[in-house]
């Protein structure tokens, strides 16, 4: 027969012994290691004994097969011995405890466990009385974390701080260590739960590539000051780029990131990001960033002129009902973002939207304040300034009888920074009354409304046309209905359910000249099938398009027999009853069409992994097509694309030529992105311009990310967005086209500035954010 003794000790000499019969249960040494999770785990533990239960942190409690102790002074234990104060845990072949010192001593097949580490080693020394331990030939695994490593001497100190002497640190697997840090003295503090590092060499394959004699490294996700990983690329506009980011963790709510940024061909570019949380109460916080970029002198450029950037945004609950927002951007000039890899913003954008509300939200009514200035770059024509604007919004939902009302008015004074326009002030109100009636059959809704407008316009009014004073009363009717139809259908061999949802549309908008009037905040809107049932022609409120006009569009829709949607395909037009006599200006009345265009969209799962969408908008008078887009997909699983696409847009205004000169954009692409062998991914795309007989962009890139670090290596030849310039002393030929070679490289648990992933390489296109007419000029 078995039998283990169990020994109970405080921190007084008092010995209680307990006899137990139980089964001797040893510890695996080797952690397990998920592949497909990347996650390490530290040695199993044996089953904790429920005894323990109650027991103080002053209380010892040792368990084992066999004991020899002498009352009061030392105790030998052998024999699958289990020692335990608190949280901590040691398992062993042998230990001593000797009562007088309060010190402990064991080794054999030794794990020590506690909330912040798994430790396997040779021996183990240790005080009881502080708790604090010396352990030799020591493997570590801190826990809920990928790190791991080995340490000649690891020492445990009293307020559970980790001393390893000469130790290694990684994130690798035991049987894949793609890189390890090896240190002379490594501190692990538990409560910052970071590391300093003492001598450190870093090893990549075995092989010495940087020795830094003093650094900090992670060990969970707090943030910390220090040195994140540097960025290399080199092109054909900026030559040989290194960004080296900088980190510091000022506060628990403050941070800020200066990252210098060298170009072979430009300068340094210094660029800082400052970031601010303002905690308030009930879920209340505000928060902010603040970026400044400089560089003062580009040398690419004639002159050498200065280029900057600076940014503010701001945003939060200032109280339960209260919001605030604020957007600030100003560059140097026209082509900053085009130049150069801002931290603010893509090279694609071309507004610069600054804005500033104050909303106060109420259950039935909400109040705003705004004030908003757009910097367009590129364009000589500056859009008008809201300086400020008060708007007022009140809902009084069921009226009667499911009838709705509300009431949108706002008050708003456009502004500009040229004396050549004029200025003005308008009063806006706009009362609604609504009846939706709901079924599963089906669905109609009346919908009338009032457009009261009033205009006080000031400077250059004679030269233009336009009226001091102007009232603009406007009516509106919408009749809206909608019936829902469905039916069982097989298609090869598949039991489908296909439903019919026609809607037809009926729209009156008062007429009222409205020449006389500016244009402060409105343009055209895009038709689309759903733009076909809107109420309105153009955004703002400065033209409001009269209307007499039916609009009538169907929707099919297949499911399968799981009630997936597997096909969805929509069609309509707008019929005129009377044309419009309102237009953004009197050139766009004449030759008007009974009839809008026809727009169609579809979307459909077309077999297994392939996938379609498309969209058509097609001239029936003139039996054209005015806007047509496509895109084919194969999507198999994740990270895993192949993607055909072709666009076309028929006579696009070059707004960017600053001519009013029409374009006609057809442009085919494919992108693909699809694993070559397992962790290392391929991603590219190719567009072509069938117009200029020319390719666009085109992208390599191939990434290889393990469990521990990550590399990207890409090529990109594409097309450069070009204003004009507005800080040159002379006249600039800028290249239309650039290429460049990319690399990035991220080790993980050391830091780093953000993530690399498949999702990032397929949106690093200028298709995925410019409008069709930056793609060509």
């Given at each position: 027969m078995n039998f283990r003794f169990l020994l109970v000790l405080s921190l007084t000499p008092s010995i209680v012994i307990a006899q137990q019969a139980s089964e001797s249960e040893a510890a695996s040494l080797h952690p397990k290691t998920d592949d497909s999770q990347c996650l390490i785990l530290p040695p199993s533990a044996p089953r904790k004994s429920q005894a323990t239960m109650g027991l103080n942190n002053n209380h010892i409690w040792i368990e084992s097969d066999q004991s020899d102790a002498q009352m009061g002074k030392e105790a030998h234990f052998s024999g699958g011995v289990t020692f335990r104060q608190g949280p901590r845990h040691i398992y062993a072949d042998e230990a001593t405890v000797n009562s007088e010192s309060q010190q402990l001593s064991a080794k054999g097949n030794l794990t020590f466990e506690d909330p912040l580490v798994t430790i396997t080693a040779d021996s183990i020394e240790g005080q009881m009385k502080n708790n604090s331990a010396t352990l030799k030939g020591a493997q570590y695994w801190l826990k809920g974390q990928q790190v791991h490593g080995d340490a000649k001497q690891l020492e445990i100190t009293p307020e559970n701080n980790l001393i390893l002497n000469g130790s290694s640190f990684t994130t690798c697997p035991p049987e894949s260590q793609s890189w390890v840090l090896e240190a002379n003295k490594i501190k692990i503090d538990s409560k910052e739960e970071w590391g300093e590092v003492w001598g450190a060499k870093l090893k990549i394959g075995d092989v010495p590539v940087m020795y830094v004699p003093y650094m900090t490294i992670p060990v969970s996700d707090k943030r910390k000051s220090g040195l994140l990983f540097p960025k290399f690329s080199t092109s054909t506009i900026n030559g040989v780029e290194l960004e080296v980011p900088i980190y510091w963790n000022i506060a628990p709510e403050y941070d800020l990131t200066f990252t210098p940024d060298y170009m072979s061909n430009r300068g340094l570019l210094s660029k800082v990001e400052f970031r601010y949380l303002m905690p308030g109460e009930q879920n209340n916080n505000q928060?902010?960033?603040?970026?400044?970029?400089?560089?003062?002198?580009?040398?690419?450029?004639?002159?050498?002129?200065?280029?900057?950037?600076?940014?503010?945004?701001?945003?939060?609950?200032?109280?339960?009902?209260?919001?605030?927002?604020?957007?600030?951007?100003?560059?140097?000039?026209?082509?900053?973002?085009?130049?150069?890899?801002?931290?603010?913003?893509?090279?694609?954008?071309?507004?610069?939207?600054?804005?500033?509300?104050?909303?106060?939200?109420?259950?039935?009514?909400?109040?705003?304040?705004?004030?908003?200035?757009?910097?367009?770059?590129?364009?000589?024509?500056?859009?008008?300034?809201?300086?400020?604007?008060?708007?007022?919004?009140?809902?009084?939902?069921?009226?009667?009888?499911?009838?709705?009302?509300?009431?949108?008015?706002?008050?708003?004074?456009?502004?500009h920074d040229e004396d050549t326009h004029n200025s003005a002030t308008r009063l806006h109100i706009e009362p609604r009354l609504l009846l939706p009636l709901y079924g599963p059959a089906g669905s109609f809704t009346t919908e009338l409304k009032l457009y009261q407008t009033n205009y006080w316009q000031r400077n250059g009014l004679k030269s233009l046309g336009l009226e001091k004073s102007v009232s603009r009363t406007i009516p509106s009717i919408r009749l809206h209905g909608q019936v829902n139809l469905e039916r069982q259908t097989q298609l090869f061999d598949q039991n489908y359910r296909q439903t019919f949802e026609p809607q037809i549309q009926y729209l009156y908008v008062g007429y009222q000249d409205q020449s006389n009037i500016a244009l402060y905040d409105t343009a055209q809107l895009q038709e689309d099938y759903y733009g076909l049932f809107r109420d309105r022609r153009f955004s703002g409120l400065d033209r409001i398009a009269d209307a007499n006009q039916v609009t009538l569009g169907l929707t099919s829709r297949l499911f399968d027999e799981s009630n997936s949607e597997k096909l969805k395909f929509s069609f309509g037009q707008i019929f005129y009853l009377r044309n419009s006599r309102v237009g953004l200006s009197n050139n766009e009345l004449a030759n008007q069409p009974s009839s809008s265009v026809l727009a169609a969209e579809l979307d459909a799962h077309v077999y297994n992994d392939w996938y379609v969408s498309s969209e058509v908008q097609y001239d029936t008078k003139l039996n054209e097509t005015r806007k047509y887009e496509t895109t084919l997909d194969f999507r198999p699983e994740a990270n895993k694309l192949f993607q055909l696409s072709y666009r076309f847009v028929r006579d696009l205004v070059n707004s960017n030529a600053n001519t009013g000169d029409k374009v006609d954009i057809a442009q085919a692409g494919t992108r693909i992105a699809w694993p070559v062998k397992q962790n290392l991914y391929f991603v590219g795309d190719w567009y072509y311009d069938f117009k200029r007989k020319r390719s666009i962009e085109s992208y390599a890139g191939f990434q290889y990310e393990s469990c521990c670090w990550v590399a990207r290596l890409s090529y990109h030849y594409r097309i450069r967005t070009n204003f004009n310039d507005n800080i040159a002393t002379t006249p600039i030929d800028r290249e239309q086209f650039e290429s460049g070679i990319y690399l990035n490289f991220m080790i993980k648990g050391l830091g780093g500035s953000g993530n690399l992933g498949i999702s990032d390489m397929l949106k690093d296109s200028i298709f995925n954010y410019r409008k069709p007419i930056y793609l060509t000029d």
């Open positions: 928060n902010g960033k603040l970026n400044f970029e400089y560089l003062p002198s580009d040398d690419h450029l004639q002159g050498n002129p200065n280029r900057y950037l600076y940014h503010w945004e701001h945003q939060g609950r200032i109280n339960e009902n209260l919001r605030v927002l604020t957007n600030f951007t100003d560059v140097s000039d026209n082509n900053y973002f085009t130049d150069f890899n801002s931290d603010v913003q893509q090279a694609t954008d071309n507004q610069l939207v600054r804005v500033g509300e104050l909303n106060y939200l109420n259950n039935d009514w909400d109040l705003g304040l705004k004030v908003q200035d757009i910097k367009v770059l590129g364009l000589s024509d500056k859009p008008y300034q809201v300086m400020p604007q008060l708007s007022f919004d009140y809902r009084f939902p069921e009226l009667s009888n499911n009838l709705n009302f509300d009431i949108y008015s706002e008050v708003t004074n456009f502004a």
